[in-house]
């Protein structure tokens, strides 16, 4: 299974999260994970994605992946690489789901 690419803008200093619908792929006994780095070949790590499964069935289900505001808020760059897979909890076997561009909009306000 090769994975979807998907780019993404999201505005920095704003709470973000995304909902991947998951079918063909049992998620039953999985977790979930997402990085942002500066390029795929970066060992900078910039944020991780908090990530829920829920629906594990044998026919799919469901990856919420979000970041927090203050998480977005150090995302400075213009534009980031990422990706999201879901891996199996037993034997850490990981298929990757989704993957792309991160395109950051600069926040104004401040706090």
Same mark, same amino acid.
């Given at each position: ?5 998907? /780019?993404?803008?999201?505005?920095? #200093? @704003?709470?973000?999260?995304? &909902?991947?619908? *998951?079918? #063909? ?5 999985? #977790?979930? !994970? ?6 795929? !070949? ?9 990530? +829920? *499964?829920?629906? =594990?069935? @044998?026919? =799919? =289900? +469901? ?19 990422? /990706? ?5 909890? &037993?034997?850490?076997?990981?298929? !990757?789901?989704?993957? =792309? ?7 104004? +306000? !401040? &706090?």
């Amino acid at each position: 299974m090769t994975a979807a690419t998907y /780019d993404i803008t999201l505005d920095q #200093g @704003s709470d973000y999260s995304t &909902t991947l619908q *998951v079918s #063909g792929q049992t998620l039953d006994g999985y #977790g979930a !994970r997402g990085q942002i780095r500066p390029n795929p !070949r970066s060992d900078q790590l910039s944020a991780e994605f908090s990530c +829920t *499964v829920t629906g =594990g069935t @044998s026919i =799919g =289900g +469901t990856v919420e992946a979000s970041l927090t505001h203050t998480q977005t808020s150090e995302l400075t760059l213009a534009s980031y690489s990422y /990706d999201i897979e879901v891996f199996n909890t &037993t034997t850490d076997k990981a298929v !990757r789901l989704v993957q =792309g561009k991160i395109f950051v909009n600069p926040g104004v +306000t !401040r &706090t």
